[in-house]
DNA sequence: ACTTGTTTACTTCATT
DNA sequence: AATGAAGTAAACAAGT
């Protein structure tokens, strides 16, 4: 089946239009795409989640959007009460990935869309300018404004020459000087071949000393985009064996939360992820996992989820809570210190201070062989970088003032009355069920970091403070090459025969309660393709997750993700 | 035996 | 100097 078909019935299915609807497809060749509108201000770049959307529209008229990359549109004819609506997709040959961009504004009726090739524009026409897009005629790729695009950007490598369009593993990807390098074509195709510890320069950092790396400046005075990750010498820290990455544990237990697109990790695949995309920890004495867990157990941003009984495998899961997402958004965290690099004493004197420690991760714009990461996100990770660390104390009996006032206390009296207090605290997650959250208030309403940290749960989307749902799409015609499109005779049609049985995941009345980029969020997630979590043989138990890791679309296996979507909306609802 | 999780103690460094 | 954040080390318990 073609993905794009699985694409469409997946995104009836989830809007529980019937799989019947004469589809209208129209393919995109590989090219530049460009996008030309009226309006922009309904239309947005989605990341994978909503924090990572700005206020304003981060298109901006002519955007050059990508090179190279091949897309299809799709438009959903009206049903029901609903209007028709456009979906475009980009995808490679491989895999469809989520949609990038929407319509979603009955305002927008005059919105012309158009698709052009990169031949008929100009050099530096607007939109280049914007930090949201960046061309790169290279074998890297400069897209996107979310972090969270990361996930489904990173599967794209972007040939210098004919715009070929190659899968790229996430192992094709590594952290440059924090930077999320996009590989070229010459790339290692793993991580451990760009290990040049496991190429016959064997090396086993020291025992990391503390060194300054991005030290001297203020937290305050952030640099604008433009400054970030401007590393003299980058370092390239998934093959780097010798510099510690400059996040801390906190930090890097999220970005591999954030990177699995799961809504739990086991420390397992938290150790498996930092190990893929941070040599250091490849080589470095293990204590660093010693760390991990002390900062999972000891660190109130995240949340220790329980095993089933009847679920095989050890140890727990663990999760971000959303309390703390909440309060740093509010700003209730300051951040005083940064974290400190590890650097091997014998290239200390190589590498040179970057900016900011946070800079790292957020690269520069337009830089090359850097993804372009807009200040919104650069802002999200410092807040999660504030709450992580800002809390620790939270509970004055577990204060390092407190502890170290008590130091002759008994420490099995001290363990029992902390694990009380650990128990009460996780037992008022909002994430937990109805009866263990009993007396807690409810989520805000713009509490849109549930997106970012549960992607996949969807029993925590958030929902917009005022009910107000945008109505989708509406019938405005689309213009591609100058042609408009909008016409059914000019679509292709797709058979779409299966659908048996009623699978309406929301009704009208809940519809009206998503916003609609959650709600293209929720339709879309199953088709991304996030970071390999489960371990070999917990993946032969239980087979269905194993569609998310490969590049193939299964329809049956997306229905069945459907299925679940559906039924974690409606019992959230 | 090993992994996972919790806790305490301590050190280093930055900020106030 | 006091304080706090972050990291390191280690003891210990529980589970697999």
Redesign the pocket.
């Known amino acids: 089946m073609e993905a794009r078909e699985a694409v469409y019935k997946g995104v009836c299915r989830f809007y529980g239009a019937p799989a019947n609807l004469p589809v209208q497809v129209l393919n995109l060749p590989p090219q530049e795409l460009r996008l030309s509108m009226p309006s922009l201000t309904r239309y947005r770049i989605s990341g994978d989640n909503a924090a990572e959307r700005s206020p304003e529209p981060l298109l901006r008229s002519n955007a050059l959007l990508a090179t190279g990359v091949c897309a299809f549109i799709l438009k959903l004819p009206a049903f029901r009460s609903r209007s028709s609506f456009f979906f475009i997709y980009i995808y490679n040959s491989a895999a469809v990935k989520r949609p990038t961009l929407w319509s979603s504004s009955p305002g927008d009726g005059e919105a012309i869309m158009s698709l052009s090739s990169a031949d008929s524009w100009p050099e530096g026409s607007a939109g280049l300018e914007d930090e949201s897009f960046a061309r790169d005629s290279g074998a890297t790729v400069c897209l996107d404004d979310s972090l969270t695009s990361l996930q489904w950007l990173q599967e794209f490598s972007i040939s210098a020459g004919g715009g070929q369009v190659a899968p790229l593993s996430a192992q094709n990807q590594s952290y440059v000087g924090g930077h999320l390098r996009m590989a070229g074509p010459d790339a290692p195709a793993s991580p451990m071949a760009a290990d040049p510890a496991s190429m016959g320069t064997p090396h086993t950092p020291s025992?990391?000393t503390?060194a300054?790396f991005c030290?001297g400046l203020?937290?305050s005075a952030l640099p604008g985009p433009a400054a970030y990750g401007r590393c003299p010498e980058d370092v390239d820290y998934k093959s780097d064996p010798h510099v510690?990455p400059p996040?801390?544990?906190?930090t890097l237990i999220c970005m591999a939360m954030q990177a699995s697109k799961k809504s739990k990790l086991?420390?397992?695949c938290i150790?498996k992820w930092i190990k893929e995309n941070f040599c250091y920890f490849r080589h470095a004495?293990p204590?660093?996992?010693?760390?991990i867990?002390?900062?999972?157990?000891?660190n109130k941003c995240f949340i220790?989820v329980p095993?089933q009984k009847d679920e095989?495998?050890?140890?727990?899961?663990?999760k971000i809570d959303p309390q703390y997402a909440d309060r740093l958004l509010s700003g209730a965290y300051?951040?005083?210190?940064?974290?400190?690099v590890?650097i091997n004493p014998v290239l200390q004197a190589r590498v040179k201070p970057a900016p900011l420690a946070l800079s790292g991760f957020f690269p520069a714009v337009g830089g090359q062989g850097t993804l372009s990461v807009s200040p919104e996100s650069v802002q999200l990770l410092q807040d999660f970088?504030?709450a992580?660390?800002?809390?620790?104390?939270w509970d004055p009996s577990?204060?390092?003032?407190a502890?170290?006032a008590?130091?002759?206390?008994s420490?099995k009296r001290?363990?029992t009355?902390?694990?009380g207090?650990?128990y009460f605290r996780r037992c008022s997650s909002p994430l937990l069920s109805g009866d263990e959250q009993e007396g807690l208030g409810p989520l805000k309403g713009d509490f849109d970091w549930n997106a970012l940290l549960d992607p996949a749960l969807t029993g925590e989307l958030s929902l917009d403070g005022a009910g107000e749902l945008s109505p989708i799409g509406h019938d405005e015609d689309l213009m591609v090459h100058g042609t408009r499109i909008g016409r059914p005779q000019q679509w292709s049609p797709l058979e779409t025969s299966r659908d048996g049985e009623e699978n309406h995941v929301l009704s009208q009345t809940q519809e009206t309660s998503l916003d609609f980029d959650e709600e293209t969020f929720l339709a879309t997630a199953f088709l991304q393709n996030p970071w390999q979590e489960e371990d070999d043989d917990k993946r032969e138990q239980n087979p269905q997750v194993d569609f998310l890791c490969s590049s193939a679309v299964n329809i049956e296996q997306l229905f069945d993700l459907s299925d679940d979507l559906s039924n974690n909306i409606s019992s959230f609802f």
């Open positions: 025992k990391p503390s300054a030290r203020s937290p510690k996040y801390s544990y906190a086991t420390l397992s150790y004495d204590t660093w996992q010693n760390s867990r002390h900062n999972l157990s000891l220790k095993r095989p495998g050890k140890g727990g899961f663990w300051k951040k005083h210190r940064l974290p400190p590890q970088e504030q992580t660390g800002a809390d620790q104390n577990l204060s390092s003032a502890s170290r008590g130091k002759r206390c420490r001290k363990r009355q902390d694990r207090l650990k």
